[in-house]
Nanobody
Framework: QVQLVESGGDSVRTGGSLRLSCGVSGATLSRLSMAWFRQAPGKEREGVAS???????CYADSVKGRFTISKDNAGNTLYLQMNSLKAEDTAMYYCAADFHLGGCMVTMTRLNYWGQGTQVTVSS
């Protein structure tokens, strides 16, 4: 059973940076396609960034140039580096995984495995 555990969420000021981590157990990260999603209060969950198992990355327009998705296969950990944070980035951030999906996954919601989330709050 694949398990995902997010960490790194915090409260930061506008313009600040955070790095989120997603620890993967129960599977080898190199076999998984991974994505970060977020959900703000009263809004639908939205895809932020994805990296398929072949290494192809994809970003939502709202975070392009500010967020970077990466992974450490040896450490079985997925990362999301978030720079130039804005108030509208405030949300619960989730990582998700799937063995079979590929390509750009930011518009997909039916990934098989999900973490519990980590809260990011950006304020001035």
């Amino acid at each position: 059973q694949v398990q995902l555990v997010e960490s790194g969420g915090d409260s930061v000021r506008t313009g600040g940076s955070l790095r989120l981590s997603c620890g993967v157990s129960g599977a080898t990260l190199s076999r998984l396609s991974m994505a970060w999603f977020r959900q703000a209060p009263g809004k639908e969950r939205e895809g932020v960034a994805s990296m398929d198992k072949f290494g192809a990355t994809c970003y939502a327009d709202s975070v392009k140039g500010r967020f970077t998705i990466s992974k450490d296969n040896a450490g079985n950990t997925l990362y999301l580096q978030m720079n130039s944070l804005k108030a509208e980035d405030t949300a619960m951030y989730y990582c998700a995984a799937d063995f079979h999906l590929g390509g750009c996954m930011v518009t997909m919601t039916r990934l098989n495995y999900w973490g519990q989330g980590t809260q990011v709050t950006v304020s001035s």
